[in-house]
């Protein structure tokens, strides 16, 4: 019997809009509907086109470093790459291409990079303004949706950008990447509540799974002494692992469809003048798809996922006659309030802090190296755009592998998903060190090794997306069971704010070594260390601790909640849990 067909008992309605009802099979295909739609956009677009799209968009109104008077544009070859008779081997700075923006002089590389900085620096302060609202009412679904549709619209607007206004295409990345991150982050809040309303099929023991979803999202009115067992944390952490794990699978195979798809589109116009005269233009095009795609998938989770409505808003008194801007203020000023709140709690959740400092060192890593992977291939081997999208497919085949292939690895070697996470980490400093082999000198003479040949990119682009699978995945599982109830999208707000501020860090830093090298290959020693930095963190994390320590906040919020003042035990009860 599947678990939408069960009858049991509900939790405790905590307040009037709250809906207990068990997850179905169609609430989690609405779910997993919004992975295949954004994921497109976030690999295909994001990963692989913005990039290249956004350096050749400046490239085409730039001019040589080195003779100020050459256009760069003269030095493409048919697929829109450098001419290697244009490119010394080592990129120096007489062969780079600059671009005056907004009254400074920067290569076409480090246009790119400063531009995800500035997206991932406006990502941050959107989800910290609005996120909060996410946890009250029915606004979670409708502000995904929201963000959903304006960054489809603005991925396909740049089928309207050519190189002339090429100073516009960041004002579009900077909307797609904030919709794109936003969204995941309140498409994210509702995986504990998916998992909190799971219905098991085994219903002999009628307690039983009453318990297990009590241990995710414990009640107010549980009695203090109640604390879950290693076992239901176990099968909490592995069902929402499979829910993620899948979610991104599913997207990855969506993207990699897109991807082969948009190689046809970049093959087609190789064999026209379409690349000669306008190398952009198909890239805009594929990003043209990819919006439209992001639209048309979010129709089924517009449809299908529960609302899962919080708490209602607070409202803002009648009595004088108040103007929308007026209440508008006191709904952002109550959102600011509500994320400091949310941050004062996680900083009494131990574990909550070590796990969020490991996460902004591992989103970090992990955009700083995937975009400059992009980057490298595109300035320093001169891969053309269909080797570009060969590269994307290849990382996108062993994502989806390893997104499928890590429970398994997990399961088969009893590996919790704090180690998947750590081994994650190991294997992703390889691609870094990899990259220094080419300052090793009897590497560096024989040509070979270290990324001085463009194959030698891809066995890289596999192992960097096997990885990816597994880091996708695990964590947001392990971050799911340090949530204290009802704070769900708060806390995933604070999540996604962490990841995409520290997104702004890595790029930015490359960025200014590549205007001041020349070149991107001394960044690799900057990768090499900020990659093997979270281990450690990850390392100390407890994920056991840390969820009965939300489980204690949370029980001690709804004695407040109901009228009461937390008492001392409850205090003495977290901090020794946090010891």
């Known amino acids: 019997m599947s678990f939408d067909e069960v009858v049991r008992p509900r939790r405790h309605v905590r307040y009037g ?26 690999v295909v677009g994001v990963g692989s086109f913005l990039p290249v799209t956004l350096e050749q968009l400046a490239r085409e109104r730039g001019v040589f470093y080195s003779e100020r008077s050459k256009s760069c544009i003269a030095s493409l070859g048919r697929n829109g790459t450098v001419s290697h008779m244009q490119a010394r081997a080592d990129g120096g700075t007489d062969t780079q291409c600059i671009v005056n923006f907004l009254g400074s002089d920067i290569t076409t590389s480090s246009f790119a990079m400063y531009t995800f900085s500035a997206a ?8 910290i303004c609005l996120s909060s609202f996410a946890d009250h009412g029915p606004y979670r679904k409708k502000m995904l949706m929201t963000f959903a549709y304006t960054g489809s619209m603005a991925s396909a607007l740049f089928i309207f950008i050519p190189p002339t206004v090429f100073f516009l295409a960041p004002l579009l990345v900077i909307i797609g990447v904030t919709c794109l991150g936003s969204s995941f982050s309140l498409l994210n809040a509702f995986l504990p509540l998916l998992v909190s309303n799971y219905e098991d099929s085994n219903e002999n023991d009628p307690t039983a799974p009453f318990e297990e979803r009590e241990a995710l999202n414990p009640e107010p009115s549980a009695p203090t002494t109640h604390t879950s067992s290693p076992r239901n944390l176990e099968c909490d952490l592995e069902r929402s692992a499979k829910i993620s794990s899948k979610g991104v699978g599913l997207g990855y195979i969506a993207a990699l469809l897109v991807q082969c798809f948009s190689i ?16 952009s233009l198909p890239m805009r095009f594929i990003l043209l798809l990819a919006g439209i795609w992001w639209a048309l998938f979010s129709i089924p989770t517009l449809l299908f996922l529960r609302p899962r409505p919080g708490p209602p808003l607070p409202s803002r008194s009648t009595a004088n006659r108040t103007t929308r801007l007026r209440t508008a203020f006191f709904y952002i000023r109550f959102s600011l309030s509500s994320f400091l709140h949310t941050l004062k709690l996680a900083t009494r959740l131990r574990q909550v802090v070590i796990f969020l400092i490991a996460w902004f060192l591992l989103s970090d890593a992990v955009a700083t190296v995937s975009g400059i992977a992009m980057l490298f291939a595109r300035t320093e081997l001169k891969l053309s755009a269909i080797q570009i999208a060969l590269l994307s497919i ?8 390893g997104a499928f292939t890590w429970p398994r690895i997990a399961t088969r070697h009893s590996l919790s998903p704090k180690s998947v996470l750590l081994s994650c980490i190991l294997l992703m400093e390889l691609v870094p060190l990899y990259g220094l082999l080419g300052y090793v000198p009897f590497i560096a003479h024989a040509g070979v090794g270290g990324l001085q040949q463009p194959w030698e990119i891809y066995p890289l682009g596999a192992l960097h997306g096997f990885v990816m699978g597994g880091i996708s995945s695990y964590s947001r599982a392990v971050f799911a ?5 009802g704070r769900e999208a708060a806390f995933f707000a604070l999540f996604a704010v962490t990841d995409k501020g520290s997104s702004a860090v890595g790029p930015a830093l490359v960025g200014r070594i590549v205007d001041t090298a020349g070149t991107i290959r001394p960044a690799f020693i900057f990768l090499a260390v900020l990659a093997v930095l979270p281990a450690p963190f990850v390392w100390w994390l407890d994920v056991e601790r840390g969820r009965e320590s939300a489980r204690v906040l949370a029980l001690g ?18 901090m020794r849990h946090e010891r």
Request: charged share 20%.
């Open 17 to 42: 809009s709250e809906d207990t009802s068990p997850t179905t099979s169609q609430e989690l295909r609405g779910w997993y509907s919004y992975t295949i739609a954004a994921e497109v956009f976030a």
């Open 120 to 127: 991932v620096l406006v990502q941050a302060v959107t989800l």
């Open 264 to 279: 046809l589109i970049l093959f087609i116009s190789s064999k026209t003048s379409i690349s000669k005269q306008s190398p």
């Open 394 to 401: 290849t990382s996108l085949v062993s994502g989806i592998l």
């Open 481 to 485: 069971p340090l949530i204290p109830e």
């Open 557 to 574: 919020k709804g004695r407040s909640d109901e009228g009461g003042s937390v008492d001392e035990e409850m205090r003495e009860t977290l």
